[in-house]
């Protein structure tokens, strides 16, 4: 079993609904734990809807490019269209981070690319583990923390899991 990291963004249709199904997709994938649920402003273009942010903590047998395969479909299952770089979507599955793996090819970047200066991805893996290391980095120390732009909107029992 390998620990990962999946962070869920969306802020079109009903968020709150899309990230819950979400949830109860990928815990077919293995035991979950989720995060609580944060309102993030866009990183990208900033005439779109803020987003619903959490992460889920994923227990699975999947290799990675295979658990990005998974969520790739559950992307599409959900009606997700790339419309424009950092736009607007349905939902959002990022795989952050996979055991301690680094990965680096064509289709994945492991850990993720730009996670250490997101208060959107480290504040909800703060929520999962306190003590998370990335890169040799305690992500409580991260500066990115001290003045955040989410907003807590729920805490874990919004995923209904």
């Known amino acids: ?6 962070g ?3 802020n079109l249709g009903d968020s709150r609904q899309i990230l819950r ?5 990928l815990a077919m994938l293995g035991a979950v734990q989720v995060s609580k649920l944060y309102q993030s402003p866009p ?5 779109q809807p803020h987003y ?3 992460v889920v903590r994923l227990e699975t047998d999947l290799t990675a490019l295979a658990l990005l395969d998974q969520l790739q479909y559950f992307e599409q299952e ?8 950092w736009g607007e979507r349905t939902l959002d599955l990022d795989l952050l981070l996979y055991g ?3 990965i680096q090819n064509e ?11 997101r208060d959107f991805v480290v504040i909800p893996l703060l929520d999962l583990d306190v003590n998370m290391q990335v890169k040799t980095q305690q992500l409580k120390d991260l500066s990115v923390i001290q003045h955040p732009t989410v907003l807590l909107l729920d805490d874990e029992s919004w995923a209904n899991i």
């Open 21 to 25: 199904e979400a949830v109860q997709k």
């Open 1 to 6: 079993m390998t620990i990962t990291y999946i």
């Open 43 to 47: 990183m990208g273009p900033q005439d």
């Open 78 to 85: 959900s009606g997700r269209v790339r419309l424009r770089r």
């Open 52 to 54: 619903l942010n959490a």
């Open 8 to 10: 869920l963004g969306s």
């Open 107 to 117: 289709r994945l970047s492991v850990p993720h690319v730009g996670l250490l200066e």
């Open 100 to 102: 301690q793996e680094n």
